[in-house]
């Protein structure tokens, strides 16, 4: 009886203010306690709340000693709830549930968005653009993931996709077109002075040809009846293909949208674009049946906005060069 007067007395006198009235326990010390109680481990609990243990281990004793009571039993291999522990953790965990559930509310998804898309879309147009969309938009977090593979909206919990290809791309998605594919031979001005001018696909034959993986100069000479004269300078990505056009190793074929930097700043020139229908374009691709997220739509209206200026930049430079 005497042990349980003495602790009733502990805990009334120390959650109590100078008034007498009750004082609730310090927020962050029942977190560490929540993180605590449901890890059973005060270095994984540390490593969730981005804390040292020694941080974490030091609270959760304050709390103890501030409540009168003992929470854990500390064992070699972690830790184990005492009865007391175990009771008082339940009500603890549903406030902060409520807590965090307002603080979402206030703050939806649109706070992070996930955004896949290709290496070289993400080397040649997207990097480039992202500290000014930082700038203008410092509430929305983009995580990229530059990747060749199918986006996996359900797994990999992505909320955009820009892919290159042609329109429809199954049931359930919602389809931007950012821009049309709009294949230019490109090359460096030093090897445009080689070259001369080309007055049709055949001329191309004789030349140093570069391709990517989508062996672009494969399918156009084969629709034309012919074939490359010269081994055809292989890379697994649009990026490295243009970089190597850049330094003068040859022709290659890029999509209009990846080289305007490059044009404006005088590494690559236009020689020849082809005009076959239906070459496909570059799209932002999203799933349907997804709940509103403002952010999103702040995202894909960016991307569709900056592909606009960037087309209409590029008529200027070839105006200018005309």
Not at 91 to 115: M, N
Not at 291 to 299: H, M
């Amino acid at each position: 009886m005497t042990n349980h007067v003495s602790s009733c007395m502990t805990v009334e006198y120390l959650l109590a203010d100078g008034d007498g009235l009750l004082r609730s326990p310090n927020l962050n010390a029942l977190r560490m306690f929540d993180a605590s109680a449901r890890h059973l481990n005060f270095r994984i609990a540390a490593e969730e709340l981005n804390l040292t243990q020694g941080a974490v281990a030091q609270q959760v004793r304050r709390l103890e000693a501030e409540l009168g009571f003992q929470l854990f039993h500390r064992k070699s291999r972690g830790l184990a709830l005492t009865e007391t522990g175990r009771s008082y953790h339940k009500p603890i965990r549903r406030g902060l549930a409520i807590i965090e559930d307002a603080t979402h509310k206030l703050r939806p998804e649109s706070a992070g968005i996930t955004l896949s898309v290709t290496p070289s879309f993400a080397a040649k147009w997207l990097v480039p653009r992202l500290a000014e969309f930082a700038l203008a938009h410092p509430d929305i977090d983009v995580n990229t993931i530059a990747s060749d593979g199918l986006a996996d909206f359900q797994s990999d919990g992505i909320d955009i996709a820009v892919r290159q290809g042609r329109a429809p791309f199954g049931d359930g998605l919602r389809v931007d077109l950012l821009s049309p594919l709009e294949l230019c031979a490109v090359c460096s001005p030093s090897y445009a002075r080689q070259v001369g001018k080309i007055g049709q696909i055949e001329d191309f034959t004789k030349l140093q040809l570069i391709q990517d993986g989508h062996n672009h100069w494969d399918r156009l000479l084969e629709d034309a009846g012919t074939t490359a004269q010269h081994r055809i300078l292989q890379f697994n990505q649009t990026a490295l293909a243009m970089d190597a056009a850049a330094n003068g190793q040859g022709i290659t074929l890029a999509p209009r949208l990846l080289f305007g930097a490059e044009l404006a700043q005088g590494k690559l020139v236009e020689l020849w674009h082809d005009t076959r229908a239906n070459q496909g374009g570059y799209y932002a691709v999203q799933p349907i049946n997804r709940k509103p997220n403002p952010g999103r739509d702040v995202v894909v209206n960016w991307l569709l906005a900056e592909a606009r200026n960037a087309g209409a930049e590029e008529s200027k430079i070839n105006r200018s060069n005309a």
